[in-house]
Structure formats: structure tokens, C-alpha cells
């Protein structure tokens, strides 16, 4: 049986899960990163994107992660991000639909940063959904 490190997943707003993981590969800003239990301490910058997580209970969770970071210890290995979401709760359809009227108003010249946020938000799910498969 694999060996499990406690994880968690905090957003800006919420903590989204906390438990037992066997592995996490996370989008950071030079790659995908693999981490399993007794990994080297790390921090890293994460991308807007995906994190996968698979439990200690054979779970495959998909998180979609707007930026943030991941931070890696002997303890506990922690996502914090401003924006994640479980992909299990959100529709992948009005991800897409998001998406698609976030890009219309940049392109049409809205760059507020409410219209920046949504468009980053909703790229993070669409990458989710997509690796969800």
C-alpha cells in the first residue's frame, strides 16, 4: 500500500478538501509537478490550472487552481490559491459558456479586473473539465 501525507486545498473563501493523499501533480509556473509522501520541503508557484489528487482512498480529485501556491512539508502539503474549485462542483458547460463571455468582453476592450478574474476562473475549469476527461 502507498504511503499518505495529509493534504489541503484552501481557497481565498473556503477550504475546499483536506485529507489523506498517495499522490499530487500541480500546474506550477515551470511545469507540472509530482508530489508524493516524504517529498522534499518546496515551495512553488502555482499556474491557473489543474491539481490532481489521488486519495489514500483511490479517489482521483481534479481541482481547477487560478495561481496561488503550493507549499510542500514534512507535515502537510498545502494548495492555497485565491480561486479553486472540485471540478465535481461545477458545471462544464457554463464553464464553457463562462469562458466564452469572458473572452467577448476582452475582446470588445473590457479589461476591469472583475472580466480578467472571470476569464481566468473559468480557463481554470475548462482545464479541469478537460482533464476529468
Known sequence: MAVSFAIEVVAADRLVWVGQAVQLIATTTEGEIGVLARHEPLIATLASGVAEIRTAE??????????????????????????AQLVSEFDPAQAEAALRAAQAKIDAGDVSQQTLTDYHHAIAQVKAAARKG
Open 58 to 83: 483511490g479517489e482521483r480529485l481534479i481541482v481547477a487552481v487560478d495561481g496561488g501556491f503550493l507549499s510542500v512539508s514534512p507535515e502537510r502539503t498545502s494548495i492555497i490559491s485565491p480561486y
